[in-house]
């Protein structure tokens, strides 16, 4: 007896008893569904954060003070004002592996435009800001070296900002005077959208230069953070040894003290952030793949009473000439079918499910060929697993007693 | 053709052992017509099953078609029991919920056969058995002759050296019967051997020799005298079956 026709035997018997075959399938088409569907949020989630880490910039190094520590008391990190310009500059032209460097300090500022205001975040840098963050404008211009010799008051506002300030993300403000703590600076451009990424909108911000923000609004010379952009990825490691080496230098510190200033790589938040979501695409296909467990064993529970529902059947094919290994190919190739067909039909739901979660729920999943492949392979085996303990079983009969079953 | 030398049967149930058969010597030849008969509990199901090659005595020789069958493995017996040997029982055995067709194609399945010509052989069986008709009926839409009728087409199928019946008549009316006899009668006239357990004197007359069981031994063992011929319908059966069976 050919493989086809077994084949064509156990479909036969799958669909003498349609009923019970498709909700024995239900198992497995749930468990595999599930499986993908997990799979995909969790890579959805994975793809959607690396994409704002990514956002952040490439190749993207941060530096900032360390916590200050005033009579035991400790401050916040960052909460020191220990990184001065010629640090800055000293990582420009020193380090080898860094390619771009853009120093910041922040505030926060209430901005008047005629008769509308807001209150928004002030960022002084310098012109390589928007290579090192990766923000280029949308209109108007980014602020140049020249803006930031003559301590120029201009402005490069967010597209929320502009909503803010104007009615309307679209609106012309470009050439507007606008007051932020009631300096007056004039608009040369707007930043390009980029979304939030968590709680921190980068639509929300303006960007003036460095030289303004540390004499007008801030009014200390103080770096709050210094953004590097290393060479390329390869050179992220080089980059961060350097900068912890030069900052050590300048700042005097002997071998057994500990860094006076913290930083981070871009890098480091991706490892981290890929952590979380690999934990979580595993914690969900984990309860995803205990659902396909329960399925085989409805399976096998299934191939169980059917065996001993066709015993008769099984006392008549082996007086006919039905070798044992015949019984057992037949009765597997039944489980295999089952869990291979709802496999499939569990993919189909999967594909639904994900692509309804991306419609309706405004997550991004994302489908991967390989959990598909991974889920059709793992429900084929399950049928295996599951089915040769029955088939085995229906071998194993006696054709004399089994003809005698009523 | 079959030779059976001090076969021994022992069941075992906890501490009790039951002889179903002490030392049984029975041989047949080929074109034979054989009824088994005896009081239940004598040993004739058993003999019927060891001669079926579906259960191996305890001790003991068989010889089928010069073949030790008391050494054979299981899947040997399968084997032999799927070329050799049509069974026939009383309660039909037919697959449920599968047509005549498909029911007298099953041995064929197992012998490998092509599915072309498991059709074509499957349906001159059935048109043998005057049940050309029939041949998408399943088990529950036909009578029981009917159904018996399917289950000879069934044992003919692989053009068997003997036809093994249990019972065949057990559930069937005298008319019926008699035309199951009447398959049998020239199916062994065809030359092909029957072994026919009953218990039924009436039945037991339509063959030619008759072995009594009595306590898993052969009480009596003779040749029929005035042996019934049943009437029926002729059987269709073409030369083709016998030509194969004798250049085997």
């Known amino acids: 007896m050919n493989f086809f026709e077994n084949i064509r035997v156990a479909f036969r018997g799958l669909k003498s008893n349609k009923l019970r075959s498709a909700l024995t399938m239900l198992g497995i088409i749930i468990g595999v569904g599930a499986v993908i569907v997990m799979v995909a949020i969790g890579q959805g989630a994975k793809a959607s954060v690396t994409n704002q880490i990514q956002g952040l910039g490439s190749n993207l190094i941060m530096v900032s003070p360390g916590r200050s520590n005033t009579g035991g008391v400790r401050g916040g990190a960052g909460s020191m004002s220990n990184i001065s310009m010629d640090d800055v500059s000293a990582i420009q032209t020193n380090a080898d592996a860094v390619q771009a460097v853009a120093p910041v300090a922040n505030t926060q500022a209430q901005v008047v435009l005629g008769s509308q205001n807001t209150a928004t975040q002030i960022i002084g840098t310098t012109p390589s800001y928007a290579q090192v963050r990766n923000q280029p404008v949308a209109m108007g211009r980014f602020i140049s070296d020249k803006d930031l010799k003559d301590n120029a008051k201009v402005a490069v506002v967010g597209t929320t900002v502009v909503q803010d300030l104007m009615g309307s993300a679209n609106a012309n403000i470009v050439g507007q005077i606008i007051k932020i703590n009631r300096v007056p600076f004039q608009v040369i451009g707007v930043l390009q959208s980029k979304g939030s990424s968590g709680a921190n909108n980068n639509d929300d911000q303006i960007i003036v230069p460095l030289t303004t923000a540390q004499t007008r609004l801030i009014g200390n010379k103080s770096v709050r953070t210094v953004y590097v952009e290393a060479k390329s990825s390869d050179q992220m490691n080089t980059a961060y040894v350097e900068i912890e080496q030069i900052l050590r230098h300048r700042h005097k510190l002997t071998s057994s003290a500990a860094d006076d200033f913290s930083i981070t790589s871009q890098t480091d938040i991706l490892s981290t952030a890929e952590g979380v979501t690999q934990s979580l695409t595993l914690l969900l296909s984990g309860i995803a793949a205990i659902s396909l467990l329960v399925g085989g064993i409805g399976i096998m529970n299934i191939m169980l009473v059917s065996v001993t529902e066709r015993t008769r059947e099984i006392g008549i094919r082996k007086a006919i000439g039905a070798k044992r290994r015949t019984i057992m190919f037949q009765f597997l190739i039944e489980a295999v079918v089952l869990s291979a067909l709802g496999g499939l039909l569990g993919i189909l739901f999967g594909f639904g499910g994900s692509s309804l979660l991306n419609r309706f729920a405004g997550m991004t999943s994302q489908m991967s060929a390989s959990s598909v492949v991974m889920a059709f392979i793992f429900s084929a085996a399950i049928g295996i697993i599951f089915g040769v303990f029955p088939a085995q079983k229906a071998s194993k009969l006696d054709p004399i007693e089994a003809l005698r079953y009523e | ?248």
């Open chain 2, 1 to 248: 053709m079959i030779k059976l030398t001090n076969i021994v049967k022992i069941y075992k149930t906890g501490d009790i052992e039951l002889r179903a058969l002490d030392g049984v010597d029975l041989s047949v030849d080929k074109g034979e017509f054989v009824a088994i008969m005896g009081p239940s509990g004598s040993g004739k199901s058993t003999a019927m099953n060891i001669l079926g090659c579906l259960d191996k005595a305890s001790a003991g020789e068989y010889f089928l078609d010069d073949l030790k069958i008391s050494e054979a493995s299981d899947n040997q017996l399968a084997e032999i029991r799927n070329r050799k040997i049509g069974f026939v029982f009383q309660s039909f055995n037919l697959l449920p919920r599968t047509s005549a067709l498909e029911n007298v194609e099953l041995p064929m399945l197992y012998s490998g056969v092509g599915a072309r010509e498991r059709k074509e052989k499957a349906l001159k069986a059935l048109s043998a058995v005057g049940l050309a008709d029939r041949v998408h009926h399943k088990p529950n839409e036909l009578s029981g002759g009917q159904q018996q009728r399917v289950a000879i087409a069934r044992s003919l199928v692989n053009n068997p050296l003997i036809i093994m019946a249990d019972e065949p008549t057990g559930n069937l009316d005298s008319k019926s019967s008699t035309e199951i006899m009447s398959i049998f009668q020239q199916l062994n006239e065809m030359g092909i051997s029957v072994i026919l357990v009953t218990h039924e004197p009436d039945i037991a007359k339509f063959s030619k020799r008759i072995v009594h069981f009595k306590d898993g031994l052969i009480d009596s063992d003779e040749i029929v005298r005035n042996r019934s011929i049943a009437q029926g319908a002729r059987l269709n059966l073409e030369l083709t079956n016998r030509v194969e069976a004798a250049g085997r």
